[in-house]
Nanobody
Framework: QVQLVESGGGLVQPGGSLRLSCAAS?????????????MGWYRQAPGKQRELVAA???????NYADSVKGRFTISRDNAKKTIYLQMNKLKLEDTAVYYC???????WGQGTQVTVTS
């Protein structure tokens, strides 16, 4: 099991930006192990199912949900065992709890709340 901790959420106005971070705990996975995993950012809005919004492969290839394409950017720093989600031009509908995880069965962390409000 990989232990992941998300951070960077907050309150922001529409059109604003936030950068989320997700770090794997030191003892739960090695740098090599982390680098070999496809990672993703998910979000869950109130009353809705959790959805995958961005993914990054071991080689750096990225994929995005249509709803965030062109506004969000996922990246990774394997040496730090960390992935990031740069969120620009935020919309009200981006409000959700954001989670990161490996793209295979693994426990969920606590997530980080992103609230977009005017």
């Amino acid at each position: 099991q990989v232990q992941l901790v998300e951070s960077g959420g907050g309150l922001v106005q529409p059109g604003g930006s936030l950068r989320l971070s997700c770090a794997a705990s030191g003892s739960s996975i090695s740098i090599l192990g982390f680098s070999e995993n496809e990672m993703g950012w998910y979000r869950q809005a109130p009353g809705k199912q959790r959805e995958l919004v961005a993914a990054i492969g071991s080689g750096g290839r990225t994929n995005y949900a249509d709803s965030v394409k062109g506004r969000f950017t996922i990246s990774r720093d394997n040496a730090k065992k960390t992935i990031y989600l740069q969120m620009n031009k935020l919309k009200l509908e981006d409000t959700a709890v954001y989670y990161c995880n490996v793209l295979k069965p693994n426990p969920w962390g606590q997530g980080t709340q992103v609230t977009v409000t005017s």
